[in-house]
């Protein structure tokens, strides 16, 4: 069993920037990759961006390239996203994943991918 526990949501004006933590537990970790996605009110969780564990290989949605940065800690089983230039758009509860099995490229953003799902940390993006 793993458990992920996200922190560093917040409120944040328009063009600011917040860092986000999720911090894995359990007796073995050792995804093949995690993943933070986001879910507004009234809308459809949605992917934001994913790495690869082993290889730090990453993947972005559309709408926060060029903006959001995923990384990882290995040592730390954390993987953090740094997000930049924040929109009201970018309001909803963030949550990360992570998931055990070989991800094809499409896996990454694909919610049905991900085996262990944190409890989500609420960003608020002021207009």
């Known amino acids: 069993q793993v458990q992920l526990v996200e922190s560093g949501g917040g409120l944040v004006q328009t063009g600011g920037s917040l860092r986000l933590s999720c911090a894995a537990s359990?007796?073995?970790?050792?995804?093949?990759?995690m993943g933070w996605f986001r879910q507004a009110p009234g809308k459809e969780r949605e992917f934001v961006a994913a790495?690869?564990?082993?290889?730090?290989?990453?993947y972005y949605a559309d709408s926060v390239k060029e903006r959001f940065t995923i990384a990882r800690d290995n040592a730390k089983s954390t993987v953090y996203i740094q997000m930049n230039s924040l929109k009201p758009d970018d309001t909803a509860v963030y949550y990360c994943?992570?998931?055990?099995?070989?991800?094809?490229?499409?896996?990454?953003?694909?919610?049905?991918?991900?085996?262990?799902w944190g409890q989500g940390t609420q960003v608020t993006v002021s207009s």
């Open positions: 790495i690869r564990w082993s290889t730090g290989i990453t």
């Open positions: 994943a992570s998931g055990a099995r070989i991800f094809t490229f499409r896996s990454y953003s694909a919610y049905s991918a991900y085996d262990y």
């Open positions: 359990g007796r073995t970790f050792s995804p093949y990759a």
